[in-house]
């Protein structure tokens, strides 16, 4: 990949817009044909802000495309089982296509009984182990919503992937696996390095990626001196750092130093508006289809 002068500055909001676009026009050709929206639940156990924030999003986001979304909010002391019984109660719903457990979840609740419960073609989180095994088989299932958005960012960016190496930083089973195994995938064909906190010399490793995605959770951890000129760098950290000259008292970066690295690479995502309302955009999308894949 050859650097251009500035870096290109991959639009998030855009591209997660011209998705929602895509669904809204799904959605409406349902209608057209006699079917009901497609119907999704959101449950959220508490009252933790970045969680109700991030429900309120989903909401809003899915009654401009058509989407049914209803949020079921229960305290922070719900019973597992009371949890576990709604979970099979919206299981059983014919009108429900997908079904979102808000996570993280309170500490007497065990979040991998939780998924396990959800059916796996109603999980358009993609978390179930059914989803995470349709997905490294090639299978039609739900992608995880994040690394699909980050995939499409890619795809509609006119970055090149086949053939090109990719070096993930960050392991975890939400961002980095999953976006190790899209990029695998026929059609992507990209050479995938994984790399996490005990990797030695990763600096030597991030420099040879073509493409380079961010998922450790340290704010600016990815220098200029880390990565190749010309390189594509998708930046999925969402930090708060302390500023005093904002407001709120504080400000979002993301893992990579943008500023220093955006003079150097060919591609680079912001933050906030890059990855985060991809990963909005793409839930509505598995919404549809699980609408669309229990008609058929």
Known sequence: MTSPAIAHIIDGKQIASDIRSEVKQGVDARILLGKRP??????????????????RGKKRASEEVGIIAETLLHPEDMPEADLLNLIEQLNNDPDVDGILVQLPLPDHIDEDKVILAIDPDKDVDGFHPVSVGRLVLGQAGFEPCTPAGIVELLKRSGVETSGAHAVIVGR?????????????RRGLDCTVTVCHSRTKDLPSITRQADILIA???????????MVKEGAAVIDVGINRIDDATRERGYRLVGDVDFKDVSEKVGW??????????MTIAMLLQNTLHAANRRDT
């Open 172 to 184: 975890s089973n939400i961002v980095g696996k999953p976006m190790a195994t899209l990029l695998l």
């Open 268 to 277: 680079i995502t912001p933050v906030p508006g890059g990855v985060g309302p």
């Open 215 to 225: 998922a450790i959770g340290r704010a600016n951890f990815i220098t200029a001196s």
């Open 38 to 55: 497609p119907g999704l639940r959101v449950v959220l156990v508490g009252e933790n802000p970045a969680s109700q924030s991030y429900v």
